[in-house]
């Protein structure tokens, strides 16, 4: 599959940061870029609007380059490829390198050194010399992007464009948080829900292909307990709404929390047991916590209604100031940490459970040249799922 490559491109650019009612995006044409070495070129299907694009919008994540192309959840059609990245296996995972005409999709993490002490140790989410695409490169608000060959991934066959970049930030960082609670990972047990994996032939199948390209998985069934294992969630937006999903397929109950009932709905929707404003008492205690709303209060809020030994994951890249923390709150082994990007495990990882859930993404549609308007409706809460921009055809 080949195309003809046009030379130059529709783009939503942002010079200089402002609040989302300026609309300060606007539609530039701009060059076509051309892959470097080890790069390829996408034509851009979709991308995700996300919550990070806005604060580096209003200026709450200070520029990394002016004027910056934003969008880090991007779906693209490989077009041309730059000179070895036909050598190079997509996602850090040994396997067929990239042709012309795959469907792959770029995440946050656009490169890393791959040498630093934290790459070397398996800890490539805090990279010393990490690029992030739509931060430090130009993203996906754009008909035509490029990538480097060993940081995007193969989507699973029959995902849509739009059904797929909710996935590439919202899936991923919130994969990652499920990781560090120990909802997801080594020890984390079986699929336990109704709905999980292996209920068909058709899914059994696809479990015994994805046990054979992940020998570890499915890890081992977690010990008989009568006590449900129980996750609270604050802030419900496209984050939440997937790994809640995740989460429920694992067999955790889990608690929404959000500021209107519209949102408070979709995770019941969703299948959460409860959901109520952060001021209501859900009666019990959690055994973990994530925080996705950039505000400082909830992460104590969700503390003081950990049970002992239980974790706080912050999976925000940006919050207001966190209040003064009582000792008695973090007493009994509780923890509370953050949640920093995202590695290639998380993304690889993501895509596989959530082609075997499968995971549904509630998606929100827009036009590129819409962008500023989807982001003042994700500052407003005006987003149920996820904002994404239709950018071509899939």
């Given at each position: 599959m ?5 030379a ?9 940061p402002?609040?989302a ?23 851009v ?6 919550r990070?694009d ?6 709450e ?14 779906v ?16 850090g ?6 042709a012309?005409g795959?469907r ?12 630093c ?28 992007t490029?990538?480097?060959?060993g940081?995007v ?7 849509t ?12 960082i919130g994969y990652?948080?499920?990781?560090l609670i ?7 047990g079986?699929?336990?829900a109704?709905?999980g ?14 046990r054979?390209?992940?020998p570890?998985w ?8 009568d ?5 609270g ?8 709404s ?28 969703l ?9 209501d008492?859900?009666g ?6 994530i925080?996705f709303?950039?505000a400082?209060?909830?992460?104590v809020?969700?503390?003081?209604r950990?049970?002992?030994?239980g974790?706080v994951?912050l999976?925000?890249i940006?919050?207001s ?17 953050s ?8 993304a ?9 859930i ?33 950018v071509?055809t899939?």
């Amino acid at each position: 599959m080949s195309e003809t490559i046009p030379a130059t491109m529709r783009a939503m650019q942002l010079a200089a940061p402002a609040p989302a009612a300026e609309r300060p995006l606007r539609l530039v044409e701009l060059p076509v870029p051309a892959p470097g070495p080890g790069q390829v070129l996408l034509r851009v299907l979709a991308c995700g609007v996300c919550r990070t694009d806005l604060h580096i919008l209003e200026g709450e994540l200070p520029p990394h380059r002016s004027p910056v192309v934003p969008g880090h959840q991007i779906v693209g059609e490989v077009v041309a490829l730059g000179a070895g990245a036909e050598l190079v296996a997509p996602g850090g995972e040994p396997g067929a390198p990239l042709a012309v005409g795959d469907r792959v999709g770029v995440p946050w993490l656009h490169q890393t050194d791959e040498t630093c002490r934290f790459c070397r140790r398996g800890d490539e989410n805090l990279c010393e010399h990490a690029l992030f695409t739509g931060w430090d490169v130009d993203g996906g608000f754009a008909e035509y992007t490029v990538a480097p060959a060993g940081f995007v991934y193969r989507l699973p066959p029959g995902m849509t464009a739009m059904a797929a970049a909710p996935l590439l930030c919202a899936g991923i960082i919130g994969y990652r948080c499920l990781r560090l609670i120990g909802v997801v990972g080594q020890g984390a047990g079986l699929p336990g829900a109704p709905g999980g994996g292996g209920e068909s032939a058709a899914a059994e199948l696809t479990a015994v292909k994805e046990r054979e390209r992940w020998p570890d998985w499915p890890p081992a069934p977690p010990a008989p307990s009568d006590h449900p294992r129980r996750l609270g969630i604050y802030g419900f937006g496209s984050a939440a709404s997937l790994c809640t999903q995740v989460a429920i397929w694992r067999g955790w109950e889990v608690y929404g929390v959000a500021r209107d009932e519209e949102h408070r709905a979709m995770a019941r929707e969703l299948g959460a047991v409860w959901a109520g404003e952060a001021s209501d008492d859900p009666g019990v205690l959690y055994d973990a916590a994530i925080v996705f709303a950039p505000a400082g209060e909830l992460a104590v809020d969700a503390l003081r209604r950990l049970d002992k030994g239980g974790i706080v994951a912050l999976g925000g890249i940006y919050s207001s100031p966190i209040p003064p923390i009582e000792y008695p709150w973090i007493y009994h082994e509780r923890v509370i940490r953050s949640v920093a990007n995202s590695t290639r495990q998380d993304a690889r990882e993501l895509l596989r459970d959530a082609a075997l859930i499968p995971v549904v993404s509630r998606v929100q549609e827009y036009d590129l040249e819409q962008a500023s308007e989807a982001l003042l409706d994700l500052k407003e809460d005006r987003v149920r799922g996820s904002a994404v921009l239709r950018v071509a055809t899939d």
